[in-house]
């Protein structure tokens, strides 16, 4: 694409006039444009806008915003009731009011262990900066009237 674009420099340059078809753009014109761009409207388009702004305006045009990266993490925990006497609906709702900034509960299960117990099985969210599994973990077991312990099951990088 470059080769055309420099032969084309060179026609232009020896022409004397503004346009092939002379002092107004015709078919000519037309012609070697497509040539030039083909069907790469997008291109075309984005050469028109900068094309307007001098070389000076261009160069203090100002650098791309940096992104800034959040690292999260989704996280599955198993959590330990006492016996088959806790009442899990109670244990899920205290567990859910546990707020740390950083910190989305997400889906919960029951899923039966041995002899009627069952453990909770709950999905959360992170972010990496703000939260650690030190802070989960402590304020999950310090439920001591429910928990007896906590497992992570599976702690992904999203």
């Not at 039966?112 to 304020?139: C, H, N, R, Y």
């Amino acid at each position: 694409m470059l080769a055309k674009v420099e032969a084309l420099n060179k026609e232009l340059e020896g022409l004397g006039k503004p346009f092939f078809d002379g002092k107004n753009p015709g078919s000519t014109d037309a012609k070697k444009l497509k040539e030039v761009i083909g069907d790469h409207e997008h291109f075309y388009r984005w050469l028109k806008f900068m094309s307007v702004h001098s070389a000076e305006e261009r160069a203090a045009f100002p650098p791309p915003a940096k992104r800034v990266v959040v690292n999260k993490s989704s996280i599955v925990l198993d959590i330990k009731p006492w016996d088959d006497e806790t009442n899990m609906q109670e244990m899920e709702q205290e567990v859910r009011a546990i707020t740390i900034e950083g910190l989305h509960w997400g889906a919960s299960k029951l899923v039966p262990v041995a002899f009627g117990v069952k453990k909770l099985q709950i999905m959360l969210t992170i972010i990496d900066d703000l939260v650690g599994s030190d802070d989960i973990e402590e304020k999950i077991t310090g439920l001591e009237d429910y928990v007896q312990s906590m497992d992570v099951v599976a702690w992904n990088k999203v």
